[in-house]
């Protein structure tokens, strides 16, 4: 056995292995460096440090990770199998810290609102155009999360339009503006020649329903005279089954003018209480913009 194959077979035995909870950050773009331009002298000279400490860094990343990274030659520097596998997941993880850093960085130049099904309704433009004219300095994002929170919990945004109160403590809301409940029926049910509908029109059908998001339960009926209920976690599957006719959906008005379709009508229940728009945000940590939300919603909502 030659020098040479001893010394990679040492590298790839598993009690050669290092203690991978010593890499750092430093070590990966070292590596992708050297593989990005092709040796240690650009490398350094990318990195603005010397190639020795290049060499030094490349070395101490294949001791904790236990393996052989590199091929080098007098003229080649090339990754190996598994140095390309390393090179991959070094580009993911740096991109991710990137974004993180980008992220903290922006401070609060970014406004993300999550929401379930649908937004602020017929707001929605209205609400978008005059936020970036009063704020240009914040940028406004709007993001679709089919959670019972519309993502804040997730982390997926900073405030959250919710339609149902939240039980949970950590959050608080405000109640920025109220819709009307409509009905969503299929376009040649009997009932959609109606004007208006009333809840006991519908206690002899099946209501499609989402358990996590929905504003709707069958609790908006007497206990004897409710309908019988399927359950769905996504607006344009509810949509879809509806068209059918072989469910019917109650919902908020912010729905219809989210989501106008084709084979679908819907029809107020004039009998059925409003839905309560609550914007929510974290308790302990409000974005600054908050209260400008909410003043500017309160006053769509409020206009005619």
């Known amino acids: 056995m030659d020098g040479a194959t001893e010394q990679t077979e040492q590298w790839e035995r598993p009690e050669a292995r290092g203690d991978v909870r010593g890499v750092e950050l430093r070590q990966l773009r070292c590596l992708v460096a050297i593989v990005d331009e092709g040796g240690f002298t650009d490398a350094a000279a990318v990195l ?98 089919n959670a019972s929170s519309a993502g804040l919990a997730e982390g997926a945004c900073d405030l959250a339009v919710v339609r149902r109160p939240l039980d949970d403590r950590r959050f608080d809301t405000a109640i920025v503006g109220l819709e009307r409940r409509l009905c969503a029926l299929a376009t040649d049910d009997p009932l959609a020649r109606r004007r208006s509908v009333r809840l006991a029109d519908l206690g002899g059908r099946t209501l499609l329903i989402d358990r996590r998001t929905g504003t709707t339960t069958t609790d908006l009926w007497p206990p004897d005279a409710r309908p019988a209920v399927e359950e769905t976690h996504d607006v344009d599957d509810w949509l879809t089954v509806i068209a059918t006719g072989r469910c019917v959906g109650v919902t908020a008005e912010s729905t219809a003018h989210q989501y106008p379709r084709p084979g679908v009508v819907y029809r107020p229940v004039r009998d059925a209480e409003p839905v309560a728009v609550r914007l929510a945000w974290w308790r302990d940590d409000p974005h600054p913009a908050t209260q400008a939300v909410i003043e500017l919603l309160t006053a769509l909502y409020r206009a005619p």
């Open 48 to 145: 603005g440090v010397s190639q020795a400490a290049v060499s030094r860094t490349l070395a101490s990343l294949e001791r904790a990770l236990g393996v052989r990274l590199l091929r080098r030659t007098s003229r080649v520097v090339a990754p190996t199998t598994t140095g390309l596998r390393v090179v991959a997941h070094a580009r993911r993880v740096l991109g991710e810290v990137d974004a993180l850093v980008q992220e903290v960085a922006s401070g609060h130049t970014r406004l993300r609102i999550g929401y379930a099904w649908s937004a602020v309704g017929r707001h929605t433009v209205a609400f978008q155009r005059q936020w970036a004219e009063r704020h240009p300095g914040t940028e406004l994002h709007l993001v679709r999360v």
